[in-house]
């Protein structure tokens, strides 16, 4: 079984940065999604940028668009989020999770419901 451990959350001041990592307990050669989510108090967890470790094709929420960038490093196993001019509304529990199966293809990746391994979250709080 695949176990992510999510790291790097905190707390940080609006118009700040800070960049999530995200590491996996082994290597999945196939091509397969990783992505990263939030769940902010009283919402749905939403699905906010995504990468296919096929071709490292991205997606990424309207919401965080030009001031979030994921990627992956693949001698780490790790993925990353690197988050730019946050802002209050970013505050949430970050997750990280990863689709896997025969059928992932890159279309997959936006689909919250396509993925199947979970991290166990880390906190970000932006004051403002």
């Known amino acids: 079984t695949l176990v992510l451990v999510e790291s790097g959350g905190g707390s940080v001041q609006a118009g700040g940065s800070l960049r999530l990592s995200c590491v996996a307990s082994?290597?999945?050669?196939?091509?397969?999604?990783l992505g990263w989510f939030r769940q902010a108090p009283g919402k749905e967890r939403e699905e906010i940028a995504a990468?296919?470790?096929?071709?490292?094709?991205?997606y990424y929420a309207d919401s965080v668009k030009g001031r979030f960038t994921i990627s992956h490093e693949w001698a780490k196993d790790t993925l990353y989020l690197q988050m730019n001019s946050l802002k209050s509304e970013d505050t949430a529990i970050y997750y990280c999770?990863?689709?896997?199966?025969?059928?992932?293809?890159?279309?997959?990746?936006?689909?919250?419901?396509?993925?199947?391994?979970w991290g166990q979250g880390t906190q970000l709080n932006v004051s403002s």
């Open positions: 999770a990863a689709a896997l199966g025969g059928t992932v293809v890159a279309s997959s990746c936006p689909f919250i419901d396509r993925y199947n391994n």
């Open positions: 990468i296919y470790i096929g071709d490292d094709s991205t």
């Open positions: 082994e290597r999945t050669f196939s091509s397969h999604c």
